[in-house]
């Protein structure tokens, strides 16, 4: 982040402008060596002369003496020559004293002086002992007087001409090496200068010159090592500068970018759209001044996610998904999204990057779905799914204390007729008038809902149940002044409504739900069209009441795996057919151990809409089972068909044949060994769908059996529409066959007509020799009854295969 803060917020760099050099530091340099070589040749000519000085003090001791010597050396050589008289002096003084600089020189004896030059006025004198040695080795002492003049004029002229001498030679000395300065320092300096502000310039190709083999070369090529990793570093950070700045340009969600002090630096085109300001205007301006952050559903403020990342040092997230944007126009739009700290190399908190997406569209479409998903897409109305979360907001106020309300549950007369008669056009349009009459009958606070089909529900919030009777009947009377008009037919329609309180100790909304249907299933056995008020004391509900116990019972069972299925055998009776079916059958296990047989609970579970379930449940369980048990043992029992129930709610299920495919993929059960059952009402009832489900399992290979034969009216006007198997003989014409000679006769009947059409007969309800006897001879092929074997757990069928192997008329007590 802290990358993305110094590519946003870093000046651009400034190009084009060079540095001027007049007057900088080489020519300063060249000037100091030459001013300085010049004050250096003077200052060595001034020591230069105090030191001759020094010297010619040091000498004019050196001369006397040397002077002495020489002579010393001539006047022994010569005894006759000795000052005094008129002998002249020897031509050595002259030189001597022109050697010497002396102005006069004077050798004295006892017979005279012997003198050169002429001793002038302030002259200094220095005398010397001279000792002469005569011929006769006599010694004999001379003093020897130098007339020195003084030496400041001397030393003057000598001054000058040094230091005219030093000056000149400095001078050129300093010039030669100022040219030397320059050609070496200077014009390389100036050329690195020229370069570098080409480089400053822009001009990235700029390098400094390495041919020169001395220090600027070896210098020149460090740099333009360093130029080159510059330029590389520039590159790669223009092209990441570059990614970074297309991908912000180019990304759907707005970016801010702000400084510690939440002042904004950088806004990309989709944030100065959402701002409605452009960034050089919004530039360093705080980023509250533009905007800020309310609540849709409260309209109050919420605090700012730019201030609480900043301070906090963590990421603001937007979360509640109510937020509104308001820009500094007033425009709101709702938005979501995060504010993340920017932080440099230690750590600390440099800005914020604000990403927001505008969720307008999302957030419409969300409110579109809300209301989709509460409201019925045929009527408008409320749904079943909103109903009830208003009947349970109502449940919990009334139990906080609150005033009683009331609900009801209208139930549609004669709207199959419609349907039947006009189509199902013609009922959707009904239901979507019967809408609009029932809402314009109820008051504006009153909720009304379509709970499916041609059902509907209201609540009535703070309504007694006397005024709520009232409205009841008011939506009755509206319904039934109603005509409804379908080309050229006229439909009157009546509606059946329950009336059920909401007070203070309801149960749950099960409850008051299944109460208020239980009073509109009371209207309707009224005659129909009427107002029922449910009262928990109505006999007319307690049957009612009980299966709704049931239905919750049922729904529990399953849940918690307690049903179990049981077998009952279906033996041959013709001498050697060996053939054995097990009918399955179902049992609810019960608190104390016990077992609870259909009949108890058959009823409710066919209301209540669980016979699916339930159907589904023995289809597994019975494939499972009978899988395993046929893996485990390799008995002849293993082989036997099992006939499983089906119930007509499972007729009409579309998706019970892909079930029962991946049932038995999953178990490996053999298609040959199932058979399904339904009965001969359900079947006729649903003729259509039975046809197209037992051809389809059949295709599989499985087998089907017609239950309850002969008990529906027209028995064999249906038979040969439906193509099964067996045909299991209705019970009520078993249990008298033996003394009831037209019980026989339909019995013999339908052997006949069964056996034209090769379907094999079962007869149901054998409690007895004599009636097996009868049916044998009769030629039934198959009988199921106590006689053979009473319904047993599972686990006690290997016992009663070996015991129906044995005979297949054994008496009762032998079988089980």
Known sequence: MSEL??????????????????????????????WGMVLAGFLIALVTIQAWEADLEKAQSAYMAEAALTLQTRLDARPDLRPGGTTKPPVVMDEMRSRYGFSALELSGPAGVWRVGTPGQAQAMHTQAVVMHGADGARESLRLLAYVPPHFAFLNEQRKHVLLFAGLVAMVFGLILQ?????????????????????????????FGEQSADEFGFLAGFINQ??????????????????????????????IATDENGRVQFMNPVAQDLVACSIEAACDRPL???????????RLSIADPVQSCLQSGQIAVLHTGSELFVNHLGAEIPVSGTAAPMRNVEGKVIGCVVALQDVRHARELTLRLTHQASRDSLTGLFNRHSFESQVRRLIDEVDGGYANHAMFYLDLDQFKIVNDTCGHVAGDELLRQLGVILHEALRSDDLLARLGGDEFGVLLRRCSLDQAVKIAEKLRLSVEEFRFIWGDKVFQIGVSIGVVPVEPGVADLAALLSA???????????????????????????????????????????????????????VALAAGDSHRHWEVLLRLRAADGGYIGPG??????????????????????????????????????????????????????????????DIQASTGMPWERVCFE?????????????????????????????????????SFAYLKSLPVDYLKIDGSFIMD?????????????????SHIMGVKTVAEWVENEETADVLRAIGIDYAQGYFFGRPGAVGNWSEKCEALNRAPALALAQVQ
């Open 5 to 34: 803060s110094q590519q946003l917020t870093s000046p651009p760099p400034v190009s084009g402008e060079r540095v001027s050099v007049n007057g900088g530091l080489p020519t300063r340099i060249t000037g100091i060596v030459f």
């Open 179 to 207: 040219a030397i300065l320059h050609r070496m320092l200077s014009r390389p300096f100036m050329r690195m200068v020229d370069t570098a502000q080409d480089f400053a310039a822009g001009d990235k190709s700029a390098r």
């Open 226 to 255: 360093a130029l080159d990793e510059a330029n590389r570093s520039e590159t790669a950070l223009s092209q990441e500068k570059s990614r970074i700045e297309v991908m912000l340009y180019s990304i759907t969600d707005a970016v």
């Open 288 to 298: 509250h001044e533009l905007v800020k952050f309310i609540d849709e559903l409260t």
């Open 516 to 570: 208020a249907d239980l009073a509109c299933y009371a209207a309707k056995e009224a005659g129909r069209n009427r107002v029922h008020v449910y009262e928990a004391s109505d006999d007319a509900l307690a049957h009612q009441y009980g299966e709704m116990h049931w239905a919750t019972d049922l729904v529990r069972a399953l849940d918690e795996d307690r049903f179990e299925i049981f077998v009952q055998p279906i």
């Open 600 to 661: 108890a609970f058959m009823s409710a579970a066919e209301r209540y809409g669980l016979m699916p379930r339930i159907d589904r449940w023995v289809i597994e369980r019975t494939f499972k089972t009978f899988s395993e048990m046929a893996a485990r043992s390799a008995t002849d029992c293993c082989q036997d068909v099992v006939a499983i129930n089906l119930s007509g709610a499972s007729l009409n299920d579309s998706s019970l044949i892909e079930f029962v495919r």
């Open 678 to 714: 339904i009965t001969e009402t359900v079947a006729i009832r649903n003729l259509h769908m039975a046809i197209s489900l037992v051809n389809e399992l059949r295709n599989m290979g499985c087998k089907f059996a017609l239950d309850d034969f002969g008990s529906g009216l027209s």
């Open 737 to 753: 066959i033996v003394s009831d000679p037209v019980d026989r006769a339909m019995v013999e009947a339908i052997r006949e007509v």
